[in-house]
Structures are given as C-alpha cells and as structure tokens.
C-alpha cells in the first residue's frame, strides 16, 4: 500500500473540501471553529501546489459570507498570506482570484487593519489593481475612474511604512522616491 504525505493529504482534503462547500448547510458553515480557518490558510501559505492553494482560496471564498467567518479568516493570517501570495503571482486570474478574497476580508474593521499593517499591503494591491484588469480595480475598491488617484494618495501617506518592505521590486519602489 502507498502512503502519501502529509501535504498530499492536505491537498487532497482541501480539494475535497472545496467541492463539497456548496452542499453544506448554512447553519453548519456559521458555525466554523477557528481552528478550520488556520488550516485552509495554512494550505495556501505553505503552496503545496497551485491547484491546492487555489482550492483553499476558493473554500474561504466560499465560507467568509457566513456568520463571523470573514473575521475568522483575518484572525488566521488570510490577508497577510493573500498579500504575500499577490507578490508572486503571474496568472491574471490568479490574481484576480486573489483580489476578490481580499476584497471579501477587508469586508470587516480588522481585515482592513491587517491590510495597512503589513509593510507592503497597500503597494501590492495598488500594482495589482492597476495591472491585472478593470475588474479587479473595481472588485478591490468599487471606487470607479478615481481609483489610480486614490491609490496613489494611499500609497503617499503610507509611505514610510511600505517603503522599507525586503519584498517589494525595486521597480516599484523607483515609482515613489525618496522625497
């Protein structure tokens, strides 16, 4: 008999998982501990494989809209693994992916907080947003023509904080010198 690993199970079960989410009752998705929500994020941020991470992306996708979910997600790293993932990503829809689930996590206060308090949080999102596509500028701040503005002034007044970040490409902080 083969023995997989046990990130090949954890693959597996989030593969699982995410297609039996739909068939869930409500009730039962509300009532997620948060011990659930460290796993799904753990799956991600470990990168077993593409496909997991997207599954474990998809699942808290899938569940963040039921009760304190949302705030369960933030609780166990989901914004600081979504940015660090962001820095990474090629895939347009991946991204958009992404973008999407942050967007869903800055739903609540602590989400938002998570999201200025990791040095590179804003710069990410505003390089994303610009380059990925119309739909995720407006999934990431709904705020219509006046997005690269507002990003812009976003970016100035956490200047200090984002500037220093070892993962940001020097491209981007050559887009914003020393003042």
């Given at each position: 008999?083969?023995r ?9 079960a ?24 460290e ?26 809209e ?61 390089k ?21 503005e ?14 220093s ?15």
């Open positions: 008999m083969r997989t690993s046990n990130r090949q199970s954890r693959a597996d989030v593969l699982l998982l995410k297609s039996l989410i739909r068939l869930i009752p409500a009730a039962t998705l509300m009532n997620l501990p948060q011990n659930f929500f796993e799904i994020v753990k799956v991600s941020r470990d990168r077993i494989s593409y496909q997991a991470m997207k599954a474990a992306l998809q699942v808290l996708y899938g569940v963040s039921h009760g304190r979910n949302t705030a369960k997600a933030v609780g166990a790293g989901g914004v600081h693994v979504l940015v660090e993932l962001l820095l990474d990503e090629p895939e347009k829809k991946g991204c958009q992916m992404m973008m999407a689930m942050l967007g869903e996590l800055c739903g609540c206060a602590d989400g938002r907080s998570a999201v200025v308090r990791h040095a590179a949080g804003l710069a990410v999102i505003a994303k947003m610009v380059r990925i596509s119309s739909a995720a500028t407006e999934t990431a701040t709904e705020c219509g023509n006046s997005t690269r507002m990003m812009k002034e976003m970016l100035g007044m956490h200047y200090k904080a984002w500037r970040s070892p993962c940001l490409t020097p491209q981007l902080k050559a887009l914003y010198p020393p003042a």
